[in-house]
């Protein structure tokens, strides 16, 4: 499965965006689908993540509260809505999918494919 992330851009400290990804393939209802960020030299990390068999979701603490998954299967897409962004969520985000509970995916314990990702920018 390869994904395509768009929806990113440059928006001001306490602003929205809405990120999406859509899926190529087929994915088993047994997987994870996560949000996943990279700052140059750091490591990837999981924010967010839905089963795809019971919409369980998962956020990590740096975006609880702030960030929304959420996935629509006729459209093979999964979307991020982001609010209240701050310089800190500045990163490029990837979507990636394992078959894995989402807590568990987004913590680091799976297999991870990186496709292009879309560049959030959160600056005044």
């Known amino acids: 499965v390869q994904f395509v992330e768009s929806g990113g851009g440059l928006v001001q400290p306490g602003g929205s965006l809405t990120l999406s990804c859509v899926a190529s393939?087929?994915?088993?209802?047994?997987?994870?689908i996560g949000w996943f960020r990279q700052v140059p030299g750091e490591e990837h990390e999981g924010i967010s993540c839905i089963s795809m068999i019971d919409d369980s979701t998962y956020y990590a603490d740096s975006v609880k509260g702030r960030f929304t998954i959420s996935r629509d299967s006729a459209k093979n897409t999964v979307y991020l809505q982001m609010h209240n962004l701050k310089p800190e969520d500045t990163a490029v985000y990837y979507c990636?999918?394992?078959?894995?509970?989402?807590?568990?995916?987004?913590?680091?314990?799976?297999?991870?494919?990186w496709g292009q990702g879309t560049q959030v920018t959160v600056s005044s």
């Open positions: 393939g087929y994915i088993p209802n047994y997987y994870a």
């Open positions: 990636a999918t394992d078959q894995h509970s989402p807590e568990y995916y987004c913590e680091g314990y799976g297999s991870y494919s």
